[in-house]
Nanobody, 115 residues
Framework: QVHLVESGGAVVQAGGSLRLSCAAS????????MAWYRQAPGKQRELVAR???????NYMDLVQGRFTISRNNVRNTVYLQMDSLKSEDTAVYYC?????????WGRGTQVTVSS
């Protein structure tokens, strides 16, 4: 069974930084793309960043140049380094992967950016 556990969410001032982590189990981690999504109150969940098994990374335009996704295939963990945080980055951040055509999600971690 696939388990994704996020951590690292916090309250931070605008302009600050946070690093989110997502520990994965139940998958052959190095073979799977991993992604971070976020959902703000009253808004749809949106893709923030994705990293493929070959380490190719893609970002939504709003975070390009501020956020960095990375992975550690020994620790089965994916990270999201978030710099120059803005109030509009406030959301619950979810880790995501797919296996057998099925999406798997963590429970999320809250990031609150105070202005």
């Amino acid at each position: 069974q696939v388990h994704l556990v996020e951590s690292g969410g916090a309250v931070v001032q605008a302009g600050g930084s946070l690093r989110l982590s997502c520990a994965a189990s139940g998958i052959n981690f190095r073979l799977h793309a991993m992604a971070w999504y976020r959902q703000a109150p009253g808004k749809q969940r949106e893709l923030v960043a994705r990293i493929a098994s070959n380490l190719t990374a893609n970002y939504m335009d709003l975070v390009q140049g501020r956020f960095t996704i990375s992975r550690n295939n020994v620790r089965n963990t994916v990270y999201l380094q978030m710099d120059s945080l803005k109030s509009e980055d406030t959301a619950v951040y979810y880790c995501n992967t797919m296996r057998g055509g099925i999406n798997f999600w963590g429970r999320g971690t809250q990031v609150t950016v105070s202005s």
